[in-house]
């Protein structure tokens, strides 16, 4: 079986989930990589903060999501999961990363600031952290190089389990996002290296329209 058989295999253990839980989770475990206990702890997370807020996963821009992970630490793929429950992608510039070291995250709507924090149970964590799996990580072997033994009953329990026996979620809240430029939709070229460049992120230079790189100055 190869890697991409195979996780779509392990994603059917999502389909106890309901609403097309499974291709979010195939998707999420295509992009992540490799199985591991924090990846599918997020994407818990992340679908019941929008199940908490009557929200769909988020196709466009209007919701944003707060992770509190963090770097340097060995369970930071727990914001992958996050990302792709949620929706709120790096890319989108949805998912804000706090660097507190703990597995929880806020999801926030942009319409109303209705936002809630979802948090993973100690004794979750506790768990995951004295796992078969972990004690390979430690002694260090990659995440993909792990037997699969060691994880993938794990893995499935994580994405299975009902909601109350893993998290816990505060009481809804509301968020005052802060208020953010309005995004150009207009690109041009550097007048010195030639390359097109997002019009709001120009710089002159002796006359010329430049880009960051080209203009010396400091982002
Ligand atoms: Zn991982
Ligand atoms: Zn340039």
């Known amino acids: 079986m190869d890697r991409f058989e195979y996780f779509k295999d392990i994603a059917e253990s ?20 490799h199985l591991c206990g924090a ?18 996963r988020e196709p466009n821009m209007s919701k944003v999501v707060f992770v509190e ?21 790096y890319g ?4 804000k990363k706090l660097d507190y070291g703990k597995w929880a995250a806020t999801l926030a709507l942009k319409k109303d600031g209705k936002a809630v924090r979802v948090s993973v ?8 952290f004295s796992s078969k799996f972990m004690s390979e990580r430690k002694r260090g072997i990659p995440p993909a190089e792990v037997k699969p033994e060691f994880i993938l009953e794990g893995f499935k329990k994580t994405i ?40 709001n992120k120009l710089r002159i230079k002796e006359g010329k329209k430049v880009c960051l790189p080209c203009s010396g100055y400091e982002v």
């Open 69 to 89: 992970t963090g770097v340097f630490h060995a369970a930071g793929c727990f914001a992958d999961g996050v990302q792709f429950a949620t929706g709120c992608t």
């Open 121 to 128: 149970k100690p004794e979750v964590v506790e768990a995951m």
């Open 39 to 56: 990846m599918p702890l997020g994407f818990r997370v992340g679908r019941l903060a929008l199940k908490v807020l009557g929200a769909e």
């Open 160 to 199: 299975s389990r009902p909601d109350e026996e893993i998290l816990e979620v505060s009481k809804i809240f509301t968020y005052n996002f802060p208020p953010t430029p309005k995004p150009s939709f207009s690109a041009v070229r550097c007048e010195i290296c030639g390359e097109m460049v997002a019009e």
């Open 92 to 95: 989108k510039d949805l998912i």
């Open 14 to 33: 999502a389909k106890v989930l309901g609403d097309g839980w499974d291709k979010i989770l195939e998707a999420a475990l295509i992009m992540h990589g």
